[in-house]
Nanobody, 119 residues
Framework: QVQLVESGGGLVQPGGSLRLSCAASGIIFSAYTMGWSRQAPGKQRELVAAITSGGSTNYADSVKGRFTISRDNARNTVYLQMNSLEPEDTAVYYC?????????????WGQGTQVTVSS
């Protein structure tokens, strides 16, 4: 049974920082591309950051220079360090794990953690 469990969300003031964690189980973690997506009220879910099994990263333009994704394969955990947070970053943040399979791609999702940026 695959589980992705996010933690670290909360309320933070503009300009503040948070670090999200996602602990994975039930998968060969090192083989998966791990990512963070977010969904704000009334908006579509968007990819924020991703890190491949080889450690390559990519970011949404809106978070470049402020967010950093990293992974610890020994702990089966992916992190999202978020600095200089803005009210526009308020959303539910979801962890995901994906890899190609013979028929396409398989992706698993966590339940999400709320991040609220407000004074």
């Amino acid at each position: 049974q695959v589980q992705l469990v996010e933690s670290g969300g909360g309320l933070v003031q503009p300009g503040g920082s948070l670090r999200l964690s996602c602990a994975a189980s039930g998968i060969i973690f090192s083989a998966y591309t791990m990512g963070w997506s977010r969904q704000a009220p009334g908006k579509q879910r968007e990819l924020v950051a991703a890190i491949t099994s080889g450690g390559s990263t990519n970011y949404a333009d809106s978070v470049k220079g402020r967010f950093t994704i990293s992974r610890d394969n020994a702990r089966n955990t992916v992190y999202l360090q978020m600095n200089s947070l803005e009210p526009e970053d308020t959303a539910v943040y979801y962890c995901n794990a994906g890899r190609p399979i013979s028929t396409g791609r398989i992706t698993y999702w966590g339940q999400g953690t709320q991040v609220t940026v407000s004074s």
